[in-house]
């Protein structure tokens, strides 16, 4: 899902530059399919405890919901530079069409397979009109890659628009989206939300580079007591719904992101696990929610009568089931390898 862009003004070796930011990667799509695994199976499991071990991972679960999808975005609008001056043809072609394509494939199949699990509790068409709704209005769960198609024709058509005006629309739909003024069903407030930090990384490629050039353990716990203080002042006075507050922390917690990404890169054992799964964001991405829908199916019942360990047995849980499902959904690409028409445009549609 990256592309490589030639141009830079910071003195940093191009493999350095991708380590930071396919680590980031990797770390955004773990915690991607934490947050599913927490809100769509976890705490669907009939606990029996003495303690509230589950309400303690759906907290954690919603402190993270500024980072995840911001930096995800942040670091698609980096690598998103160089495509945005392609023509319109190549744009359209590797990037609109490419996006929209797999958005609707794998849109056929998680409803396919969900169908298959209707006690999965998540989005899905039941007919044909909501399919065509998830089609067009209202992304469903693959909403990222409905998300990446918009953006670029976006970019793309604003190349002429000054830079600040583009941000600050951008900021006035993600801050009003955030707010709850508008209405968004599905996975529509994501989508309107993001584009602010899409266009940020791709007008900020330079300093975001510096930022991560720069840094160090000193940064990481800066940057990292800033954004946990910004969570604790918006709980403290309820202030999710103001206006202005939450892109405000996703921005903090993008800037803590691209840091931490940055010094976890300079370990060898750990950066070659986390951007090595980066570079292969695309298939754990599209398979992730059908994988989890099948084993909740599987598992939902007997996680739900087993009462001797459940304390230890819900503190690791989560944890657990992100690393299975995505390790399922790394072995089942490495057997659809041939399949190439799975996880990018047949070649015909290259051509």
């Known amino acids: 899902m990256s592309t490589v862009v030639l141009e830079t003004r910071v003195s940093v070796p191009a493999t350095q530059r991708e380590r930071w930011a396919d680590t980031a990667k990797g770390a955004c799509i773990l915690l991607v399919v934490l947050w599913h695994v927490i809100m769509k199976h976890y705490l669907q499991i009939g606990w029996h405890l003495p303690v509230p071990i589950p309400g303690a991972w759906g907290t ?7 980072l995840r999808m ?3 975005f942040t670091i698609s609008g980096m690598f998103a530079a160089g495509a945005v001056l392609r023509p319109w043809r190549v744009v359209a072609r590797t990037r609109v069409a490419k996006f929209l394509y797999l958005y609707v494939l794998w ?27 998830q089609l067009t209005i209202t992304p469903s769960n693959l909403w990222y890659l409905f998300a990446l198609a918009l953006y670029f024709v976006v970019a793309k058509l604003t190349r002429g628009v ?5 941000l600050a629309l951008a900021l006035a739909l993600s801050t009003v989206t955030a707010a709850g003024w508008l209405a968004t069903p599905g996975d529509r407030g994501g989508l309107m939300q993001n584009l602010v930090f899409f266009l940020g990384g791709l007008y900020f490629r330079p300093a975001y580079e510096h930022l991560a050039a720069t840094a160090n353990r000193r940064r990481v716990g800066l940057f990292g007591s800033a954004y946990a203080m910004m969570l604790l002042i918006m709980a403290v006075l309820g202030a ?40 292969r964001t695309l298939p754990v991405y599209v398979m992730h929610m059908p994988v989890l829908a099948v084993l909740h199916g599987l598992l939902i019942g007997p996680l739900s009568a087993h009462i001797g360990d459940q304390p230890l047995l819900a503190i690791v849980e989560p944890v657990s ?8 959904c790394l072995l089942v690409h490495r057997g659809l390898a041939r399949a190439g028409w799975l996880f990018d445009l047949p070649r015909a549609l290259r051509r």
């Open 60 to 66: 954690l679960g919603d402190q993270l919901l500024p």
């Open 321 to 328: 089931m992100t690393g299975l499902v995505v390790a399922i």
């Open 107 to 133: 849109l056929a199949v998680h409803t396919t397979v969900l169908a298959l699990v209707p006690g999965f509790e998540t989005a899905r068409a039941h007919d044909a009109v909501e399919f065509v709704e």
């Open 70 to 72: 911001p930096l995800f």
């Open 240 to 279: 999710q719904r103001w206006p202005g507050v939450w892109p405000v922390i996703s921005v903090g917690a993008t800037v803590f992101g691209v840091t931490a990404a940055a010094q976890v890169a300079k370990s060898d054992l750990v950066a070659r696990a986390l951007s090595g799964l980066g570079r």
């Open 162 to 166: 000054p830079k600040a005006v583009m």
